[in-house]
């Protein structure tokens, strides 16, 4: 739509809020957070909570990139709503140190200044540390019905594209399950459930006939990695893109009346998230881990429908 900002799409209420960036930004959108802890010390959150400026920093020049597209997040966003219990260890974690991009709204029930399309985390004493962030362009239009002062005010959390919406509550990790209402999220809740669906998907195996999603390396464009060397950082470090598996996208033009007929007994079916205990024969104990998502397909199957009602919903695009 002609005219409309970098972090808006076409849609309703907070669907018009993304992340603004593409894989290939994500390594100069992390520079931009390094920056903005250098020139913020002592300043807006970091003089609320002194040291914060430092901690986003530290964390950021050690964090793996990841970029998640529009069909993975969608994908993420309802499995986490099924997620029946909370439970994470570190074996599910991609990283100890990451910054990772959505490309839509983590959450459909947060106000457009307010949706998460990016987090960076850490791992510390038994916990995840988040730090969540959103679409500076979103929040500056929240900002400029305020006033001056309060579009001022803004540039103290805008990295680029990104506002840094401060530390969320931690998460437990290598702990018993739990009910996530013991979790005390608030209004946090279906982003951290986004969040673990996340990276639960991007645990699974990478099995050509199993999995949902598929990965690949993008390194930043030529102008970036200049402007990252100028500043100091790595130029070198790739993103890893994950998207839905290309296989799994609804081709309309190639679903006829006859090849439905042909295949209508013969399906493929995803295995939802759920917790098993595991046996480790090198250590002799037992393990609570997260088995799925997954795509079962028998044998002759490959391109057979998938069938499950929700799966609908997620897949259309």
Known sequence: MAGRPSGTSDGGACALVTSGLTAREV??????????????????????????????ATNAVHADLYYVNRDMTALARTIGAGLDVYGLSRDDLPSEHGFLVWDAPAASNELPQTVSVAVLWFTYRGQVALTLMG????????????????????????????????????????????????????DFEKTARTLLATWILMRQPAEERRALHQVEEVLPAKASAKRIARAGGDPTSPVRLITLRQSLRRDDAATTAESHAERVYRHRWIVRPHRVRQHYPSTGEHRTIWRGPYLVVPKGCEDAPIIGGERVNVLRR
């Open 135 to 186: 679409s500076a362009d979103a929040y500056r239009t929240w900002a400029a019905g305020f006033g001056p002062q309060a579009v001022r005010d803004a540039r103290l959390i805008t990295a680029g594209k990104l506002t840094l919406r401060g530390q969320a509550t931690n998460l437990p990790v290598d702990q018993s399950d739990r009910p996530w209402g013991t979790l005390d999220l608030g």
């Open 27 to 56: 390594p100069e959108a992390r520079q931009d957070i390094i920056d903005w802890a250098s020139r913020t010390r002592g300043q807006g959150a970091d003089r609320m909570r002194p040291g914060f400026a430092n901690m986003v």
